[in-house]
């Protein structure tokens, strides 16, 4: 008889256990899932950052775009046509490309325009630096030329910088060229220049401030301290006005920064291709 009472209260228990193995793990799961579905998870990662977007550095933008100048090694003419975003570097011959562009990094046209304000906007600072002098007038539309262009490191295409060449019109004869920017590579996104060629005032060799001037731009492009170039061959230029330095570039590169200046049609410039 007492066997048979505990038999009978061992049938409730049977019914609790079987009920808790069929539902228990799903109404678990679900209880699990309401506190983590439609609401905000914070994880703190080994890395700390929120995000990673791919930048180069003003030294390796220099670099590269060096590189470029002294390659300039184009595509087929076919591809000098195409987009910065569609471009194929597959195609590309070479270490370094300089190749003709239409967009810029947002993927959107840009007028010539763009490329005259942002190097007004560079050759004012470099005037407010005192590495060119206030004679140097404004760039106007009809009489200059902007192209923008795409300076690339074929193995790593994500190593390109976008700058703009402007050109003085040459198509205007015996055009007044005194105290007018000739040539120049800017920056399209920030409108740094990285090289120019510029009329100046009557002045001779001895009276540019070389060092003063290289240091002036190094600092305005973020560059570091200047190293002055050793073992610098006499005729790499063809004036014997120039003095050579280097700054450091990427890896194991470095770049050769060149001021020069022509004597007698007073043109001083600054350069980073050969």
Known sequence: ??????????????????GLAVWGPEELARYRDGGIISR??????????????YSLGSNEKVYILSKCLNNRILPESDLSAVTRTELDYQDLTGTYAFVENR????????????????????LQEL?????????????EAPSYSAELYSAIDVPEPRNNVLVWKISLNSGKQNARKENCLLDAYVDADTGKVYEFYV??????????????MVSA???YMGLG??????NTNPLSESTPYFKKFTFTGMEEGSTVVTVGFYEGINELYLKISR
């Open 127 to 139: 005037k407010d630096l005192g590495i060119l002098p206030e004679e140097v007038k404004p760039l």
């Open 40 to 53: 905000i998870q914070w994880e703190e990662t080994e890395l700390g950052t929120e995000g990673y977007r």
């Open 225 to 230: 301290k200047p190293q002055e170039y050793e």
């Open 217 to 219: 731009w190094a600092e």
């Open 1 to 18: 008889m007492r066997a048979k009472k505990i038999s009978l209260l061992l049938i409730p228990v049977a019914v609790v256990i079987v």
């Open 199 to 212: 009329r100046v005032p009557a002045i001779s060799w001895e009276q540019v401030d070389v060092e003063g």
């Open 103 to 122: 967009k810029d990094t947002s993927g959107q046209e840009v007028p010539a325009q763009r490329g005259i304000d942002l190097c007004n906007q560079g």
